[in-house]
């Protein structure tokens, strides 16, 4: 596994040439970076529960029709991925204020928002990842109209799927990121959902405590960071089997 040729290194993540043409093994690492990169650090076990938070959220929702990059899981830190265009965009849904929205507005963190929200920022770290409309990704050609519609209505749909399973474990979605990527069959084009969804990219708030369970533990030094990623892993019936203990996980690629 490890003679696979790398193709991209990421902040989180590593993609590997897959075993057929059109695929992808992407490999979860512990590394952290917050605020572009400013903040770095290692969540030891990150990978593994990622991996495994990431599998279990990309099958249920292809069971429900959302069409997914996930193929299957291939152990502990690898996953093999159906390879996508992917369009450069940070697609963010919100449903109750935090983070950069409650600083831009003046909203308290925890306001209920009157309805679900999607944002756009253009992937570009060397610009920090700018927020733009509808208007900059069309007349910049990072996606068509009608393409910003179907990721507009996968995000919405994802969102009410995902905000139904958490709420059910105890945990309220407040926001989370996603990514969208474009994948031929023959002549057809259509758009799947990619990367990731994980507590890197979630905000996910214990519904009695408002506990955070998600990377801005990591961002605020608030402590026990793998510990609420396990506590997620746990509440959606997943923890890798012997627990904690387990969670290195085989280190297959140096
Ligand atoms: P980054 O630091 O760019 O966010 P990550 O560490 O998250 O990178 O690694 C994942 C990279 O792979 C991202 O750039 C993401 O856009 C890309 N990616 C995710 N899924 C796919 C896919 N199915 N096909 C091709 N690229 C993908
Ligand atoms: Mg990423």
Not at 50 to 74: A, D, K, Q, W
Request: aromatic fraction near 8%; proline fraction near 4%.
């Amino acid at each position: 596994m490890s003679r696979r040729r790398r193709i991209y290194e990421g902040k989180a993540k590593v993609l590997f040439e897959g075993p057929e043409p059109g695929t992808l093994v992407q490999y979860f690492k512990d590394d952290a970076t917050a605020f572009n990169n400013q903040k770095r650090g290692v969540i030891t076990g990150k990978g593994v529960l990622n991996n495994r938070i990431s599998e279990y959220l990309m099958t249920r929702l292809g069971e429900i029709g959302v069409p997914t990059h996930f193929v299957r899981r291939l152990n502990m830190r690898e996953q093999l991925i159906r390879e996508v265009e992917i369009i450069p965009l940070e697609v963010v849904v919100r449903n109750v204020a935090a983070g950069s929205l409650s600083t831009r507005l003046g909203l308290e963190e925890g306001t209920q928002l009157p309805r679900s929200i999607i944002e756009f920022y253009y992937k570009a770290d060397n610009l920090n990842d700018p927020m733009v409309s509808e208007e900059h990704i069309t007349a910049f050609g990072w996606a068509t109209p009608q393409e910003i519609d179907e990721i507009m209505q996968l995000a919405l749909r994802v969102n009410d799927f995902l905000v139904g399973l958490f709420l059910g474990i105890g945990i309220r979605l407040v926001d989370f990121k996603v990514e969208f990527g474009r994948l031929w069959d023959n002549e057809q084009m259509r758009i799947v959902l990619a990367d990731e969804i994980s507590p890197d990219c979630c905000r996910l708030w214990d519904i009695d405590t408002n506990e955070k369970l998600d990377k801005d533990r990591f961002r605020r030094d608030l402590g026990g960071v793998a510990e609420a990623y396990q506590e997620v892993a746990r509440r959606l019936g997943i923890l890798p089997e012997g627990g904690p203990r387990d969670l290195k996980g085989p280190q297959t690629m140096q």
